[in-house]
């Protein structure tokens, strides 16, 4: 049995570990480093219908713990992504997830129709909380209704599960989660960036060209980790977290919020073998907590204890 495997709507994991959407680009770099068919899948970056340069620089910026961004979506479009980046990644055993964006409803509409044909594209993530365009992005991802409408009509056209991609900079999340949830969406992908400003000590300005951009890294985990407390046992579709996930411990924590899955972003680029390393680690790890497969431990902190009476260290 492959302790580490996982089955979500539309897909087959061999273990819960991708690269998050916006950190691995297309796999190309990264292939050069390690094998991509050790990973559970791949979130792919951003499409959007017509290419995009992004934001004006500087737009990243380091902080105490994590990093600021503001890249903008930046992408080559979706036609280009479909014949070029998608059939490159078919020589991978690894099913893609693809990210789409969009600055209208009939952006993301035609987005989704165009990619979810390609086929090793087995999901879309839905993403509707990017902090960082002027047009669209977490102007979906704030109002139940809109997100939900927006959610709709994505699934109706799409050949593949619906992941929504839920925005932190919300007063309520759960209302959020529930709203897509309501419209179809098959899972969800928690959280994405929160938004946040640097300023430079000189000139007393924002460091970033766009001023505010999205805060990600270990900064973040704590907030994940309460949202999908929240969220998961709010709904019924499964989960894939994110947001500060740099070891096994990280993986475990969101598993026992009640993940299902999870994908590591700002950890790709300190350290780019950081998911293997953690699919190595995972399985140690288990072993040390009495955990014999990793969706057995989805929901501990909120589920009856008892569940997990045979899995303690």
Same mark, same amino acid.
């Given at each position: 049995m492959n302790r580490l495997s996982v089955e979500l709507p539309g897909l087959k994991l061999k273990n819960p570990i991708?690269?998050?959407?916006?950190?691995?680009?297309?796999? *190309?770099?990264?292939?050069?480093?390690?094998?991509? &068919?050790?990973?559970?899948?791949?979130?792919? $970056?951003?499409?959007?219908?017509?290419? *995009?340069?992004?934001?004006?620089?500087?737009? #990243?910026a380091e902080t105490s713990a994590g990093m600021l961004n503001a890249i903008g979506l930046q992408n080559p479009?979706?036609? *280009?992504?479909?014949?070029?980046?998608?059939?490159w990644l078919q020589q991978f055993d690894v099913p893609v997830i693809a990210n789409v964006a969009g600055s209208a409803e009939e952006d993301y509409v035609a987005v989704a129709k165009r990619i979810s044909k390609a086929p090793n594209v087995h999901?879309?993530?839905?993403?509707?909380?990017?902090? &960082?365009?002027?047009?669209?992005?977490?102007?979906?991802?704030?109002?139940?209704?809109?997100?939900?409408?927006?959610?709709? $009509?994505? $699934?109706?056209?799409?050949?593949?599960? #619906?992941?929504?991609?839920?925005?932190?900079?919300?007063?309520?999340?759960?209302?959020?989660? $529930?709203? #897509?949830?309501?419209?179809?969406?098959?899972g969800l992908t928690m959280i994405n960036t929160l938004l946040g400003m640097r300023l430079d000590l000189k000139t007393g300005k924002p460091v970033?060209?766009?001023?505010?951009?999205?805060?990600? %890294?270990?900064?973040?985990?704590?907030?994940?980790? *309460?949202?999908?407390?929240?969220?998961?046992?709010?709904?019924?579709?499964?989960?894939? %977290?994110?947001?500060?996930?740099?070891?096994?411990?990280?993986?475990?924590?969101?598993?026992y919020a009640g993940a299902s899955a999870v994908a590591i972003g700002t950890a790709n680029f300190t350290d780019p073998f950081i998911c293997p390393k953690i699919i190595e680690d995972l399985p140690i790890l288990m072993d040390r907590l009495g955990i014999e497969h990793i969706s057995d431990c989805r929901g501990r902190s909120w589920k009856n204890d008892a569940v997990f009476a045979g899995h303690r260290a």
């Open positions: 991708m690269p998050a959407s916006g950190c691995f680009g297309f796999g *190309r770099e990264f292939s050069g480093l390690y094998d991509l &068919n050790q990973l559970g899948a791949i979130m792919i $970056k951003a499409a959007t219908l017509d290419a *995009r340069f992004g934001n004006p620089t500087p737009r #990243v479009g979706v036609e *280009r992504i479909c014949t070029e980046e998608l059939p999901a879309l993530e839905l993403n509707i909380s990017c902090p &960082n365009v002027k047009e669209g992005g977490i102007a979906f991802g704030t109002v139940p209704d809109v997100a939900g409408n927006l959610t709709r $009509k994505v $699934k109706e056209v799409s050949e593949v599960p #619906v992941y929504v991609k839920l925005s932190p900079n919300v007063s309520n999340i759960v209302e959020m989660a $529930k709203a #897509v949830e309501e419209a179809g969406a098959d970033l060209a766009n001023k505010s951009g999205g805060l990600s %890294g270990p900064a973040i985990k704590p907030v994940a980790i *309460r949202m999908i407390h929240e969220v998961s046992q709010a709904v019924s579709i499964p989960i894939i %977290g994110m947001g500060g996930i740099f070891q096994a411990e990280d993986v475990i924590e969101y598993f």
